[in-house]
């Protein structure tokens, strides 16, 4: 049972509930974290801002909003009767089935009794004479524990450029990310949408047959592949179901998580007639393999990359009718690979509509928001909605945005003001007692997080049976891991883009990479080495 704290004033009594361990966050990382603690005999509350449980699969219900990963492959492994149980209904699960399995695991695994929703989490205050965290929510609420789990989420912080004006605008307007629950009825109405990354480009042929007219604002195009995706029979159930057990063997082995196998020759090892054909034979097949299961030098040799990013750019030149348009949405300013691929269905397709229109805002960039629509430097266009696709202040963000205060009262906004500096992504110095659930990155996100739950389960189970009641980060392990970081990735294809990878899509945000600098199985490895030496660069006591 959880204790209470009384504090008293003149006339009031203010109640302090009291945990072993608090989580921020009810999505994929917080229920299992959730599961794993109470495993182990502790009290544990998740504080939620949503109504629902799911994180990003409660939040992002904009039409087309779907999995990239293959639904078989996202799911949680942890349990052999949920894999039984549950039956994808799609290659690729779109938002209303993903939020249905996330609430089954919550009802299946008993987990909604120790998970608050509608509770935002505004700041969280380490105590350091009593080594624990108090955290308070918006709407006034306290709780105290020992450890706190920051299970905040990768891409859950949403982004709204600063545009003057916006309210002003005299129609409807949301981000994607907070799609009204009830939806948007958009039929016979002119519609605007700003972005062209992977949330517009899942929306916008959705959209696109409901609305009057669409006027789509791009800045950058992107390389986008086609998903392939269809509804499982119940013979490849049968099969999936089957063969899990070496499904997640084999997810343990590649470099994201994803089910794609590299293909170990170099492009220029083969002629250009079968590079042609490996192409257009990876260019058949479902999800990610256009990305992840290409010669092995694709991602990694320049020539090689833009030989294959010119095949990408003629498919979309293939499937746009009006070459002008074609060519606006033909990515020449970054490496194919460097951002997480978009995947499509039909997106292309949209824009041979006579009711789209796609507008480059780098050519003539948004001025302001109207009461009438948008105005750019050349015109203003006329909308009845307005909808942001604007992306997120991915990973650092959503913990950036609670006033985390630590030692002393630092900030985790101050500390990362120059990019994360932490140790394997999972504590930072100033932070005892915070894990930092460091995010997959451009990987399978379930796969990644997994491990990661599990670790931080097994170090907490640690610490109690040895009766320690503080771990940190040492600063000579913090230091050599942020150096390790900036050295691994300072060539990596992923830092070539201005992508949310480097934080480039943030004004103002420091440009440093912000995911693993190493494969999930190396990443693995090294935390359970650092776990073997007895928390090797951590502070235990």
């Not at 909308?383 to 985790?412: K, M, N, P, W």
């Amino acid at each position: 049972m959880r204790d209470s704290i009384e504090q008293t004033s003149a006339d009031t009594v203010e109640e302090v509930e009291q945990f072993d361990a608090i989580i921020i966050g009810a999505g994929l990382t917080g229920l299992y974290q959730l599961y794993r603690l109470r495993q182990l005999g502790l009290t544990v509350r998740v504080f939620d801002d949503g109504a629902g449980v799911g994180g990003t699969w409660y939040w992002n219900r904009y039409p087309g909003a779907r999995f990239d990963s293959e639904s078989y492959t996202y799911g949680y492994s942890f349990s052999e009767d949920l894999l039984q149980e549950w039956d994808w209904k799609e290659h690729f699960s779109g938002q209303p089935e993903n939020e249905r399995y996330l609430n089954y695991v919550a009802d299946k695994f008993n987990l909604r009794g120790d998970i608050q929703l509608n509770s935002p989490v505004s700041s969280a205050v380490y105590d350091d004479g009593e080594d624990c965290w108090e955290i308070y929510t918006e709407d006034g609420r306290r709780a105290r524990a020992r450890f706190l789990i920051a299970a905040v989420g990768v891409l859950s912080a949403r982004y709204l450029p600063d545009f003057p004006g916006i309210d002003s605008f005299q129609g409807d307007w949301c981000h994607t990310a907070r799609w009204p629950e009830e939806g948007m009825d958009l039929t016979g109405k002119r519609v605007g949408v700003v972005g062209t990354g992977a949330t517009a480009i899942q929306l916008i042929p959705k959209i696109a047959e409901e609305v009057a007219h669409l006027t789509v604002f791009q800045r950058t195009p992107n390389y986008a592949a086609p998903l392939r995706n269809s509804e499982i029979d119940p013979e490849t159930q049968q099969q999936i179901k089957a063969s899990y057990p070496e499904l997640f063997a084999k997810l343990k082995e590649t470099s994201g998580g994803f089910i794609h196998d590299v293909d170990p020759r170099s492009c220029f090892e083969v002629s250009p007639e079968e590079r042609l054909a490996k192409y257009e034979e990876l260019w058949a097949q479902r999800g990610f393999s256009k990305w992840l299961g290409n010669f092995k030098d694709t991602l990694t040799d320049d020539a090689a990359n833009e030989d294959y990013a010119e095949f990408v750019r003629n498919k979309i030149r293939e499937r746009v009718h009006d070459p002008v348009v074609a060519e606006m949405l033909v990515p020449k300013d970054h490496p194919f690979g460097s951002k997480r691929i978009p995947l499509e269905t039909n997106y292309y397709e949209a824009y041979n509509r006579d009711n789209v229109l796609l507008v480059d805002v780098k050519k003539a960039p948004i001025e302001s928001i109207t009461p009438k629509g948008i105005k750019t430097q050349d015109t203003e266009y006329e909308l009845d909605v307005i909808i942001f696709a604007t992306g997120f202040d991915a990973v650092t963000g959503s913990l950036t945005r609670i006033d985390i205060r630590g030692e002393g009262g630092q900030t985790i906004k101050d500390k990362y003001a120059g990019g994360p500096r932490n140790y394997m992504g999972l504590q930072s110095v100033g932070f005892p007692n915070l894990f930092i659930m460091p995010g997959a990155g451009a990987g399978n996100f379930t796969r990644g997080c997994e491990p990661v739950v599990e670790w931080v389960a097994d170090c907490i189970g640690y610490l109690r049976q040895n009766e320690f009641k503080h771990i940190s980060a040492t600063p000579e392990a913090e230091e050599a891991w942020t150096e390790y970081v900036a050295e691994a990735t300072a060539n990596s294809l992923r830092t070539k883009a201005d992508s949310w990878f480097v934080g480039a899509n943030i004004p103002g945000k420091a440009r440093v990479f912000l995911g693993s600098p190493d494969s999930a199985p190396v990443a693995r490895a090294k935390r359970a080495q650092v776990a073997a030496n007895g928390y090797e660069g951590f502070l235990l006591r």
